[in-house]
């Protein structure tokens, strides 16, 4: 089934808590949409902000992730001063990235390869790192 972007992230959004809860991880909803996060994570020590994006468009042998959000009349790149982590679901694969801000600070999208690429592929390391939110 399509979905309009919009019910997609939503339903990622589902499918986060889901995963995380299953894998052990202390997951909270915030109330309302203003931050920039959409989840808290509690690590026992410390509470970490995390941005679920989703995507279900392929490039050539690559998914794009936006790292942006709206703010006023434009688009802002995600600082660290609003999250901590980025999660990404890759939805026609069900694959997850898990990507610290340090990682992308600064950018505005970031291109992952699941099947692999010439030049390894960046940000290949967080793919399914959830040890990184526990």
């Known amino acids: ?53 989703s995507t279900s468009s392929p490039g050539r042998h690559k998914y794009n992730i936006g790292l942006q959000h709206f703010w006023g009349k434009g688009c802002l790149a995600y600082t660290a001063k609003e999250i901590d982590f980025v999660v990404a679901h890759i939805v026609p694969r069900d694959l997850w990235y898990v990507l610290p801000v340090r990682s992308f600070v ?20 967080y793919r399914e790192a959830w040890h990184l939110l526990a």
């Open 1 to 53: 089934m399509r979905y309009d972007p919009k019910r997609r992230g939503e339903v990622s959004e589902l499918a986060f808590a889901l995963k995380a809860a299953s894998l052990g991880i202390a997951v909270a909803k915030p109330y309302g949409d203003s931050e920039a996060y959409d989840f808290i994570v509690d690590t026992g020590t410390r509470l970490l902000r995390v941005q679920v994006k």
């Open 106 to 125: 600064g950018r505005r999208q970031l291109r992952v390869y699941p099947d692999g690429c010439r030049s390894g592929g960046r940000f290949e390391k």
